[in-house]
């Protein structure tokens, strides 16, 4: 089992940032990929962003390349997304989840292990 907590979210004007943190703990060793998605109210979860855990590679949905950055940081077993200039559109909450046997998918169902999510509203 691995267990996600999120932090970070919170409300925000347009053109501004937010940085989102996950820490994971448990059977870490187990997990080869890490996530970021999204999920509006009314639709569907959408890929952010992933990094493969041991070699630093990093996947973008189009919609944020350029303006999101995902990292990680072994040490602390924690991964962030770094969110600049945001836009209203990007109001949802924000999940990070686990894969233990595919790096940089962008479908939910490959993820094994998810977070509780945090929100991040972007007023116009």
């Known amino acids: 089992q691995v267990q996600l907590v999120e932090s970070g979210g919170g409300l925000v004007q347009a053109g501004g940032s937010l940085r989102l943190s996950c820490a994971a703990s448990g059977r870490t060793f187990d997990s080869v990929g890490m996530g970021w998605f999204r999920q509006a109210p009314g639709k569907g979860r959408e890929f952010v962003a992933a990094?493969?855990?041991?070699?630093?590679?990093?996947w973008y949905a189009d919609s944020v390349k350029g303006r999101f950055t995902i990292s990680r940081d072994n040490a602390k077993n924690t991964v962030y997304l770094q969110m600049n200039s945001l836009k209203p559109e990007d109001t949802a909450v924000y999940y990070c989840?686990?894969?233990?046997?595919?790096?940089?998918?962008?479908?939910?169902?490959?993820?094994?292990?998810w977070g509780q999510g945090t929100q991040v509203t972007v007023s116009s």
């Open positions: 990094i493969n855990w041991s070699g630093g590679s990093t």
């Open positions: 989840a686990v894969s233990k046997y595919w790096t940089g998918s962008h479908y939910p169902e490959q993820y094994d292990y």
